[in-house]
């Protein structure tokens, strides 16, 4: 993804991990935390152009759905997984013998990657589109998956898979700024 090295702070967190050795991605981290202590989750309800993409499709006059309260809560920590497992634990465990590893998250996950950058990127690459395999098949139907749940459910990746709104929602309870 093209965002991963310089607006995707877990893009930049998976990055730093992947090199070689042992790297805890303390700058990144770091500056996450602050801007989470600073003002919580408000970048994902001002900035996140995936947020702003759900909820366009949220918009779509179609009959929308509910999720039952203790349901939601319920997968609501899904994203404290989703952090936890592929964000860190797995790239941190999974290295190869030369000392590197796979950005879990990005390459398996991410929805936005595939629909802002990978989709895109093959419009105009045919060489890309040719090498596009099972890898690439699997992230495509997450991310039709969940655009179709947007169409009826508010910003179902925010809420439920997010690792970067886990991360910052951690930090909204003491943040300045409290988004509801």
């Known amino acids: 993804c093209p965002g991963a090295l310089t607006s995707c702070p877990i893009g930049s967190i998976q990055a730093t991990i992947a090199g070689k050795g042992f790297h805890f991605p303390k700058y990144v981290v770091g500056l996450t935390v602050l801007f989470g202590i600073i003002a919580g989750r408000w970048f994902c309800g001002y900035l996140c152009p995936f947020g702003f993409f759900q909820d366009l499709l949220f ?57 802002f950058a990978a989709l895109p990127l093959m419009a105009v690459n045919e060489s890309l589109r040719a090498a596009a395999a099972f890898l690439f098949a699997n992230k495509l ?25 886990a991360l910052l929602g951690i930090f909204n309870p003491i943040s300045i700024y409290r988004l509801k």
């Not at 997984?81 to 390459?107: M, N, Q, R, S």
């Open 59 to 115: 918009k779509l006059p179609v009959k929308k759905a509910k999720v039952v309260k203790k349901l939601a809560k319920v997968f609501s920590y899904l994203r404290y997984v989703v952090l936890a497992v592929f964000v860190f634990l797995l790239p941190f465990f999974l290295k190869d013998k030369f000392g590197f590893t796979d950005p879990y998250f990005c390459k398996y996950l991410c929805p936005a990657g595939t629909l």
């Open 141 to 165: 139907a997450i991310s039709i998956i969940i655009v179709i749940l947007s169409t009826f459910l508010y910003r179902p990746f925010c809420r439920f898979l997010c690792p970067l709104g």
